[in-house]
């Protein structure tokens, strides 16, 4: 069995140095002690990861560190850039490497993987941690008491306890001094062979306990960081009698070893020391000297008459393997002797191997999901086998302990990837619990075994399969609907949602046949009509449920027996219209298509409203929807209801539709402050305030939505009532927040009560609405006089919003030059209405021009354009005569003919007096407003656009019902309205705004090409007549300029 474990650790060890090129090591040096986030280097540059083009990754290049469960990080690996930085847990090298004191073997180590899989290696990144001078240095105790002879000779040194310091290096220990020094001693420092630095007392006089016997001095001891650090403690020397000779160890320095499993009471060592003295000044006493760690005085005992060191408490070499004990003898005198004893603790196989699991794929539930498509040598888990034993007995090998399709694969010499060997089949092995298992080369070997969970997570590998490739049934005709037919089944090999099989019918099947999604059974949703269509063959797909569907597919073939009936069927099951909130009562929602393959009374359809006849009306003919209520979109936003069709067989068939109707916002809501509440209150600003604070806010609220809603705040008055002088820009207000904000620095001149006259807009289209709040400041150091501010709120409440308090007091020269320029303005205003009554005049001598087109009872469209838009264009300045300029609005009114065949239409065209002539010259009388583009998807949309709306309104009417409804065009369900001027000639749009003009060609057109060209054009012309394009029926319109 020992040979076999060999074995395998040597192929364990081979391989290892075969695949060594994977893994990467990597040293930084860092100090301690960093402040956080502080780069530290780039690992993709400093390993020189040149990704290769020609490589196709499965996922971008990340760097992942791999910690141990519980480890706290003391570094940072960004995933994609490999930077490293310090985390908010600072190194602390005393900490981190305690008991070590030579600075370069304090080491901290991470492992990280470079994934993905295709590129993947494991770096073994090693940080130098650098000593700062964070430590004092310190003496074991505050007060020193040292005893000297009386006989001492000049230049005798005595040890002093040395201080403790930490820090290692230069930041350790350099300089003892004496502070408060005396003439009779002296300092001097001995420094070992493992750089330790003693501290010894010189005797400089001869000294009589007689006369002093005791002297005190403070000893100072410094380390060598920049900036050094400090301590002091007092040193007492008492002067004692003659003692001659002290007690002299045979060995001074002496090294053994003992095993780390010692008993307690094992012998460690046995010193030995002798004096030259006689009687009581010859006894000898065995101690430990304070300058030994209180770790290894608990672990070792000395016999004080003897001088044997036995073991005190159980060793652990694995935790300190050596000890140094100091042992001191003395006779009585205050000089001791000083022996050196190294204990080296040996090991024996006293340590499990411990295995560290560290997961490179996320654990869920302490499980590793992986996928039955995982690629091989995909890692999951980086495992550290470590054995706290030295030499073999800290030799680890590490397998697992059965045939599983994943291996390890050492990357370093404690440490094995678990990647996976072979494909994965979730149907054959579902999951699998690996255990891994470290063993040591002890006699008895330890070992020890972790177990890693794997679940297997199932891929869409499998299809559906029917049983068998075709199905045939016959069905007779005039059927129930939702008759079943069959059910169709397939199974999947896979499970899951991957073996969730859903049954759709394929493109080729025709309307009417349904398939439960989930239990397949096939359904016939309407009356089959065998004149129409005797046979039906179409597919029937099972798609899996996977995140990439498999499917196949299955023919039905379906023989329809003889009968007879047929039912009303709607275009759409469900409808959607969206109209503006300002829609007029009874005006044109939309239009829901009806169609019946029957003939005679089985094709009459009646359509009615079941819940909502209050709120809407529907055209039992032509289903034209038209609302008998005004629309308030803050009070109800949508509302549905359903349609139902009923033809005249008997018994009489009937179908149902939803209809929604959405409501869309129209700018009818003015913005309201809530802050502040009232124009009477104020706010103290006092004269301190810097440039820059905010005093005040104001907030207001628009009960719109959307861009109608969104609000912009702005100073349009600013004046301080209290001097009755405007103010120098003092103040300033965020248009978005509302705060208002100390521009400059008050001065004297400022001081009193401005008021502020802010108004808030909305952004609504096409008109903003506004509201205006007033906003009193006192600028002042104190309110100490309130009926004062009082009267001058009164004040400014009496003050026009337009000007200050006085400037309404007009002079008599002033009054003067108004009534000048008054009497200028009228006279040109007379001059200039003479000119255009005369322009008028001659107008209406012009013979009028009518156009007779016949209609057609096919054609048809509804247009849900709505009353009193206009367009809004930029305005550029031109020159024009100044009878232009008391020009507002152009109307054009059509007048009914007197042909009742003719329904009447009202068209009005406003034109601003600030329309351009190219704008206004591009429009032909024959053009039809549409409200949509045919293939518009959604009325809403256009609503909401930003875009200017057109001048040009056509108020929509009911549209002339067909003969047969069958004919009527079908219309889309997101209000994309076909506008056509009849049945053979149809409209389109091709402007993106829903209120755009749009050319049309119309049968008949014009007699005389009448093209709006300028104002004074249309002034001065005689006006033209023209037909607009209607519902189908060609009807002949008078319009007039009224000026």
Not at 973 to 983: A, I, K, Y
Request: proline share 7%; hydrophobic share 35%; aromatic share 6%.
């Amino acid at each position: 069995m020992n040979l076999a474990i060999q074995v395998h650790v040597l192929v364990a060890l081979l391989t290892c140095l075969v695949l060594l090129c994977k893994a990467q090591e990597r040293d930084y040096i860092v100090k301690e002690e960093q402040q956080e986030n502080v780069r530290i280097g780039n690992l993709r540059k400093d390993l020189d990861l040149n990704l290769d083009p020609n490589i196709r990754l499965s996922s971008p290049l990340q760097f992942k560190p791999v910690y141990k469960t519980g480890d706290v990080p003391l570094v940072r690996v960004e995933a994609n850039t490999g930077e490293i930085f310090t985390t908010n847990h600072r190194i602390d090298r005393e900490k981190l490497c305690s008991g070590i004191f030579t600075e370069k073997r304090c080491y901290y180590e991470i492992e990280v993987a470079v994934l993905p899989d295709e590129i993947f290696r494991l770096v073994k990144i090693r940080f130098l941690i650098e000593d700062v001078n964070d430590n004092a240095p310190l003496f074991q105790s505050t007060v020193i008491n040292i005893s000297i002879p009386e006989n001492t000779a000049i230049n005798t040194r005595y040890p002093v306890p040395s201080a403790f310091d930490p820090d290692v290096g230069i930041n350790g220990i350099q300089h003892y001094e004496l502070v408060k020094s005396v003439s009779e001693f002296g300092l001097d420092i001995i420094e070992t062979p493992e750089g330790d630095k003693w501290p010894q007392l010189i005797v400089q006089q001869n000294l009589d306990r007689e006369q002093k016997d005791t002297f005190v001095m403070k000893i100072k001891v410094e380390d060598g960081g920049n900036p050094p650090k400090s301590s002091t403690a007092i040193l007492q020397v008492t002067i004692s009698d003659v003692n001659d000779n002290r007690p002299i160890f045979r060995d001074s320095e002496l090294e053994v070893s003992v095993p780390e499993n010692a008993p307690m009471g094992t012998s460690v060592a046995q010193l030995h020391a002798t004096d030259a003295d006689l009687g009581s000044n010859a006894q000898v006493h065995f101690s430990f000297s304070n300058q030994i760690s209180s770790s290894t005085k608990r672990h070792f005992a000395i016999n004080s008459s003897t001088g044997l060191i036995t073991v005190k408490q159980p060793l652990d070499r694995e935790v300190t393997p050596v000890h140094k004990l100091i042992v001191l003898a003395s006779d009585g005198s205050s000089t001791p002797s000083r022996a050196t004893v190294i204990v080296n603790v040996t090991d024996v196989n006293d340590n499990v191997p411990s295995i560290d699991t560290r997961y490179i794929i996320n654990l869920v539930n302490g499980t590793v999901l992986l996928s039955e498509n995982a690629p091989l040598n995909t890692k999951i888990a980086l495992i550290t086998v470590t054995d706290k034993d030295a030499d073999l007995y800290g030799k680890v090998a590490c397998y697992t302990d059965h045939d599983v399709p994943f291996r390890l694969k050492p990357v370093f010499n404690d440490q094995f990837l678990l990647e996976t060997a072979a494909p994965l089949d979730y149907e054959t092995t579902r999951e699998y619990a690996i255990k891994i298992v470290a063993s040591d080369r002890g006699t008895p070997p330890l070992n020890t075994s972790a177990m890693v969970l794997i679940k297997i997570k199932d891929e869409n590998d499998n299809a559906p399969i029917f049983p068998q490739p075709e199905f045939q049934l016959s069905i007779p005709e005039n059927n129930d609907p939702l008759m079943q037919l069959i059910k169709i089944s397939a199974t999947d090999a896979d499970s899951g949602h991957n073996a969730e099989i859903i049954y759709t019918l394929g493109p080729d099947a025709p309307d009417g046949f349904n398939i439960d999604r989930r239990s397949g059974i096939l359904s016939v949703g309407k009356r089959l009509d065998r004149e129409k269509q005797e046979r039906y063959s179409f597919t029937v797909i099972a798609r899996d449920n996977g995140s990439a569907p498999l499917q196949s597919n299955v023919t039905v073939r379906l023989i329809v027996q003889d009968l007879n009936d047929n039912s009303p069927a709607f275009t759409h099951p469900e409808y959607n219209f969206y109209v503006p909130e300002n829609l007029p009562l009874y005006g044109t929602v939309g239009l829901i298509t009806v169609t019946d393959t029957d003939a005679g009374d089985n094709a009459v359809i009646t359509l009615s409203i079941l819940n909502g006849k209050d709120n809407f009306i529907i055209d039992p003919q032509t289903g034209v929807i038209k609302p008998n209520i005004t629309f308030d979109r803050e009070q109800q936003s949508s509302y549905t209801f359903m349609v139902k069709a009923v033809d005249g067989g008997q018994p009489p068939s009937s179908s149902y539709a939803k209809v929604t109707i959405n409501v869309v916002d129209v700018n009818d809501n003015r913005p309201v402050f809530v802050i502040p509440s009232s124009n009477y209150s104020y706010d103290l600003v006092r004269t301190t305030t810097s440039p820059g604070s905010v005093v005040t806010r104001v907030f207001a609220i628009d009960n719109d939505t959307g861009m109608n809603a969104e609000l912009q705040y702005s100073i349009i008055s600013n004046i301080i009532i209290t001097s009755r002088v405007s103010p120098r820009g003092l103040f300033s207000i965020d248009k978005t927040t509302g705060n208002i904000t100390l521009q400059e620095k008050i001065v004297l001149a400022d001081q009193g009560l401005h008021r502020l006259v802010v108004k808030v807009k909305d952004l609504g289209q096409p008109e903003s609405l506004h509201a205006i709040a007033l906003v009193h400041l006192f600028v002042n150091d104190t309110v100490s006089n309130s009926t004062f501010i009082q009267e001058q709120l009164r004040k400014s409440m009496e003050t026009p919003l337009d000007r200050n308090i006085g400037d309404n007091e007009i002079t008599p020269q002033a009054n003067g030059y108004v009534i000048v320029v008054i009497a200028i303005i009228a006279g040109t205003m007379t001059v200039i209405l003479v000119i255009f009554v005369t322009a008028l005049v001659r107008c209406r001598q012009t013979p009028r021009h009518k156009v007779v087109q016949k209609g057609k009872q096919s054609g048809e469209w509804v247009s849900p354009n709505q009353e009193n838009r206009q367009i809004k264009k930029k305005k550029k300045r031109k020159k024009r005569s100044p009878k232009s300029l008391l020009l507002n609005f152009v109307t054009i009114d059509e007048s009914k003919p007197e042909d009742p065949t003719h329904e009447h239409v009202n068209g009005t065209l406003d034109l601003p007096v600030e329309l351009e002539e190219q704008t206004m010259g591009k429009y032909n009388w024959a053009t039809t407003p549409t409200t949509f583009k045919p293939d518009s998807p959604d009325l809403a949309k256009h609503y909401k656009s930003a875009s200017p709306q057109p001048t040009f309104q056509i108020k929509p009417e009911t549209p002339v019902a067909p003969k047969k409804h069958h004919v009527i065009q079908e219309l889309p369900l997101d209000n994309t309205f076909v506008v056509g001027c009849d049945s053979l000639s149809k409209c389109s749009s091709t402007s993106s705004d829903p209120y755009s003009v749009s050319e049309c060609g119309c049968q008949g057109g014009f007699k005389a090409a009448g093209q709006i060209a300028t104002r004074q054009e249309m002034a001065l012309k005689p006006p033209h007549y023209g037909t607009l394009c209607g519902t189908g029926t060609a009807r002949s319109h008078r319009i007039k300029i009224n000026l």
